[in-house]
């Protein structure tokens, strides 16, 4: 490797889910760039040889491991053997420490970007490992309070304001502050990674039809328009905040380089139901490049060889993009 920024670093998510499948997958197509996936080699070997493939990891004179078309990181290892779609807490802090370590190795400058396959939110917290998402981890080692979520396809994008948390707790947690660290982290981030001079954002309400004026509730009026006015007046171009329900008409989107949700649910149906295996999650605010496929675990497909690469796929090649446009 002539240069880490150019590497690209995967982890494989769940192991008992269907990440070892696509990477698998993903490995068999040469590359002419670099990709290394930190994984146990004995797992990448063994749901190989469960989905029929030829691949096998390889060892060097000097130690080094390949799999495919992919470098392999073996400085975690399982805890316990993985039977396909059967979850198992004693290989929860395997999962998490690799995410960690791929952190860090962005942080120090031995990659420029990582790229996760999906994770079992339930199993880590079985463990004792309080997790609520790959973009919360990811940003508390980041040292980042608000990390964004966005999810982009070729058609959208959708970023949110909040991420993972129960319904209920989401009224609570759009603020004021929340709303403005997400506008000003999409802002930047457009500006400076996808290289769009002036972003447009599109941002919904809260409420049914944007509160209809108060009538279905005040947080429009009293949190989301008073945040925006403040952005716009600091130079930031919004529209909204507009009725969700009306905010992915083509007529709207075309004003919009992406739209801000409030919520989880409010948004991510939308982008894919467009373009599911397509979209890719991408997390800004974050002084490294992250992005994500935009699907679980999909445990029963796990070593069945039905499972598709194409949102892992996408995932590598937004890192690629990016990166390269940071080091442009």
């Known amino acids: 490797m002539n240069n880490p920024a150019h590497r690209t ?66 400085r975690h290892r399982l805890a316990v053997p993985v039977c396909p779609g059967v ?69 959208l994008r959708v970023a949110l304001v909040t991420t993972h948390l129960p319904l209920r707790e989401v009224a609570d947690a759009v603020t004021e502050e929340a709303i403005s660290a997400v506008v000003k982290a999409v802002d930047r981030d457009l500006r400076a990674r996808f290289r769009i001079a002036a972003p447009r954002l599109l941002v919904c309400g809260l409420n049914p039809h944007a509160g209809e004026g108060g009538h279905l509730g005040r947080e429009e009026i009293e ?49 894919k139901a467009q373009g599911f295996g397509q979209t890719v999650n991408i997390t800004l605010g974050l002084p490294i490049i992250r992005t994500s496929v935009d699907h679980g675990t999909a445990l029963a497909l796990a070593g069945t060889g039905k499972a598709s690469a194409e949102s892992l796929l996408a995932a590598i090649e937004q890192a690629l993009t990016l990166s390269s446009a940071r080091n442009d």
């Open 9 to 74: 670093l995967l982890t494989v998510g769940e192991p008992a889910g269907i990440g070892p499948d696509i990477v698998t997958e993903i490995a068999a197509v040469p590359r002419d760039h670099e990709i290394t996936a930190l994984v146990d080699p004995r797992l990448m070997d063994q749901r190989a040889q469960q989905l029929g493939s030829d691949l096998r990891c390889r060892y060097d004179a000097r130690g080094s491991i390949t799999f495919g078309s992919l470098s392999i990181d073996d």
């Open 223 to 271: 949190i989301i328009e008073p945040a925006l006015e403040s952005l716009r007046a600091g130079g930031v171009h919004l529209t909204g905040p507009v009725p969700a329900d009306t905010a992915f008409a083509p007529h709207m989107l075309e004003q919009a380089d992406a739209v801000l949700a409030m919520y989880h649910d409010q948004g991510l149906p939308v982008i």
């Open 87 to 155: 979850l198992d807490s004693r290989n929860a802090e395997y999962v998490h420490q690799s995410i960690s370590s791929a952190v860090q190795m962005c942080l120090d400058g031995n990659a420029g970007a990582m790229v996760t396959a999906p994770v079992h939110k339930g199993i880590i917290n079985d463990a004792g490992i309080p997790f609520s998402g790959h973009t919360e981890l990811i940003a508390e080692l980041c040292g980042v309070a608000k990390p964004v979520m966005m999810l982009a396809n070729r058609e």
